[in-house]
């Protein structure tokens, strides 16, 4: 399994961006992908999670109605996107996709995901 993050970027604080990840390899529609971030000198953070089967979806309360998690299967390769909107400066974090073989269950928990991107840098400045 090998993920692939971008989209990051720097943005004024209200702004959107949209972060994609590409995950190809065994990639089932039984696992649950998710995104989680990381601010300097804090622990990896839970963001979102998307079931790639039924898509179903759970949010972190501090991104919840600004956070948008989707997904596209395209047959082995599978593509999860984070639309996120009005933006706020403590949203600034390296953001990372990783993946779920196991759980059955919208984890939220970074021990839980088995594989791992390799970050996109978002900035929101003030």
């Known amino acids: 399994v090998q993920l692939q993050a971008s989209g990051g970027g720097l943005v004024q604080a209200g702004g959107s961006l949209r972060l994609s990840c590409a995950a190809s390899?065994?990639?089932?529609?039984?696992?649950?992908m998710g995104w989680f971030r990381q601010a300097p000198g804090s622990e990896r953070q839970f963001v979102a999670a998307i079931w790639l089967a039924g898509g179903s979806t759970k949010y972190a309360d501090s991104v919840k109605d600004r956070f948008a998690i989707s997904r596209i299967n395209a047959g082995a390769k599978k593509t999860v996107y984070l639309q996120m909107n009005s933006l706020k400066p403590e949203d600034t974090a390296l953001y990372y996709c990783a993946v779920d073989r196991y759980s059955r269950d919208l984890s939220e928990l970074p021990e839980n995901y088995d594989y791992w991107g390799q970050g996109t840098l978002v900035t929101v400045s003030s």
């Open positions: 390899g065994r990639i089932f529609s039984s696992y649950v």
